[in-house]
């Protein structure tokens, strides 16, 4: 029977292997679902970091004097319907 989600196969150092299965004991849960959870952690830090970034580039651009308010932008909005 074929699997629901896509395998990965992932080669580990012994130190990291046994770390991971350490964490995985220590919650009852398998080795492989302890690896899922911490890929998961470090998509979202580095989806994190990449937003930080989109921020910090639009935070160096940005000029009040063009900029425009929300209350204008929903104004605007309303018109166009």
């Known amino acids: 029977m074929p699997a629901r ?14 770390v991971v299965k350490r964490l995985a004991r220590r919650e009852s ?11 998961r952690q470090a998509l ?7 937003l930080i970034s989109l921020a910090q580039r639009r935070e160096r ?9 929300h209350k ?5 909005g309303r018109t166009r319907r």
């Open 29 to 39: 849960i398998s080795v492989s679902l302890k690896v899922r959870d911490l890929v």
């Open 44 to 50: 979202e830090a580095e989806e994190d970091e990449a």
């Open 72 to 76: 204008q932008v929903w104004a605007a």
């Open 61 to 69: 651009t940005f000029d009040r004097r063009t900029a425009v308010s």
């Open 5 to 18: 989600n896509p395998r990965v196969n992932v080669v580990l150092e012994r130190p990291v292997y046994d």
